[in-house]
């Protein structure tokens, strides 16, 4: 596996940062945990993040941080300059994890194959 610098972009105390966490943990790869919620999040980084990966991808419609926003504010989520604002907002609301690897590339979500193949393919 590679051993190349990776960022984990997320909130800590959510479960699927966690399992991912301890996944890297595990395999042994170096690592940066970037923290919405204690770090902040750059427009540019989520701005390059929508351009590779896609506002609907980024955004989670099925957690509680969307689920309280009126349904009006909902509703006007229908272009990735909305969905930006809406995510620099309310970082919360960015599915998590996100992993970028040293190189620029990026997977959201977490399971044990993805990573592994992430990080094989990662140079």
Request: one cysteine or more.
């Amino acid at each position: 596996m590679s051993r190349q610098p990776a960022t984990l972009y997320g909130i800590k105390n959510c479960d699927t940062i966690k399992k991912a966490r301890n996944f890297l943990r595990t395999e042994q790869i170096d690592y940066r945990f970037h923290d919405y919620r204690s770090d902040g999040l750059d427009a540019d980084f989520l701005q390059r993040a929508i351009d590779v990966l896609g506002w609907q991808a980024l955004l989670n419609t099925r957690g509680t941080t969307w689920r309280q926003l009126p349904e009006a504010e909902r509703a006007a989520v229908d272009s990735a300059e909305r969905a930006k604002a809406l995510m620099l907002a309310h970082p919360a609301m960015i599915k998590r994890p996100l992993l970028c690897g040293a190189d620029g590339t990026m997977l959201l979500g977490f399971n044990d194959a993805s990573y592994h193949a992430f990080f094989q393919e990662t140079p």
